[in-house]
């Protein structure tokens, strides 16, 4: 039963960070008008060029996101 719970929870985590690195990929396309596999690149490259974890650079890029002031609408 610990095991199943465990498998669960591991799924879970995985599932969070998915959606994370997700949703970086799209603010990056958004904001660079580029497509999903060339978003997952500049995240990938990003990670391996400054030692860090997919999931902190991600995690960065949605935490920037934020900080910025929402664009006025285009009438």
């Given at each position: 039963m610990?095991?199943r719970?465990?498998?669960?929870?591991?799924?879970?985590?995985?599932?969070?960070?998915r959606?994370?690195?997700?949703?970086?990929?799209?603010i990056?396309m958004?904001?660079?008008s580029?497509?999903?596999?060339?978003?997952?690149a500049?995240?990938?490259d990003?990670?391996?060029?400054?030692?860090r974890?997919?999931?902190d650079?991600?995690?960065a890029?949605?935490?920037?996101?934020l900080?910025?002031?929402?664009?006025?609408?285009?009438a």
């Amino acid at each position: 039963m610990l095991r199943r719970f465990t498998e669960y929870h591991d799924l879970e985590r995985a599932f969070g960070r998915r959606a994370v690195i997700e949703r970086a990929k799209g603010i990056l396309m958004e904001r660079h008008s580029i497509d999903e596999q060339t978003a997952f690149a500049m995240l990938h490259d990003s990670s391996r060029k400054n030692n860090r974890k997919l999931i902190d650079v991600a995690n960065a890029v949605g935490a920037g996101y934020l900080l910025l002031p929402r664009a006025a609408p285009t009438a």
